[in-house]
């Protein structure tokens, strides 16, 4: 079974400084799609930033970027400038794009992001 | 923006007593899926459907839940008898396979069994 791994449960910041996020996957599959979900207090799921497998180049989203290591099954997220609102548990996500699986969204953990003003 | 509609926001309930909750997935969606989310086990894939028809509910305590779309617009999941260890919070999401651009969530059921 797919599964997907954040080894950091907590993560604190400076506001106006820069994070990275981690998180792993393990699947024996080629094609599939990786997300960034972010949930603040309010419990809201909001998707940040999104990654094809297929594609070499990370994806980015202002200033949410990610390292994708498809080799080493690595989906790691950068947060620059940070800000007090970026403040919220960020889950990795896993969607197999075929298979028996085909749709299915896989969670990590999350890890809780706390930034400091 | 559309977005998915779930039902109650909150619900406190006697152990014993029978929940349903309800979501109401975005309009031409295809997939639904339902999950749990504790602070032990973080978000549990429960069940999910894709075309009304469920494809994996293997997460789902099938002896007290169950999970149904009796049509497009509604999905249900509901506890009988619920029991203190099902207090967590509940969410539906929805999209078109295969996810590529993700799926979108409700906000949620925040159940509280006493």
């Known amino acids: 079974a797919q599964t997907v791994t954040q080894s950091q449960p907590e993560m604190s910041v400076q506001e106006a400084e820069t994070v990275t996020l981690s998180c792993t996957y393990d699947t024996s599959e080629s094609d599939y799609y990786l997300f960034w979900y972010k949930q603040p207090p309010s419990r809201q799921m909001i998707l940040v930033i999104r990654q094809e497998a297929y594609k070499q180049q990370n994806a980015t989203e202002n200033r949410f970027s990610v390292n994708f290591q498809k080799a080493a099954k690595s989906f790691s997220l950068k947060i620059s400038d940070s800000q007090l609102g970026d403040a919220a548990m960020y889950f990795c996500?896993?969607?197999?794009?075929?298979?028996?699986?085909?749709?299915?969204?896989?969670f990590g953990q999350g890890t809780i992001l706390t930034v400091h003003p | 923006d559309a977005r998915v509609t779930q039902t109650p926001r909150h619900k406190v309930t006697e152990m014993g007593q029978e929940v349903t909750m309800r979501c109401q997935p975005i309009l031409g969606h295809n997939t639904v899926f339902w999950y749990r989310q504790t602070m032990m086990q973080g978000l549990e894939l429960l069940a999910y459907f894709r075309n009304r028809a469920p494809l994996d509910d293997s997460g789902m305590p099938k002896d007290r839940f169950s999970a149904e779309m009796p049509d497009a617009t509604l999905a249900t999941l509901k506890i009988q008898p619920s029991e203190p260890r099902d207090s967590a919070v509940y969410f539906c999401?929805?999209?078109?396979?295969?996810?590529?651009?993700?799926?979108?969530f409700g906000s949620g059921t925040r159940l509280t069994v006493v």
């Open positions: 996500a896993y969607i197999h794009a075929g298979g028996t699986s085909y749709g299915k969204l896989t």
């Open positions: 999401a929805s999209g078109l396979v295969p996810g590529a651009y993700g799926y979108t």
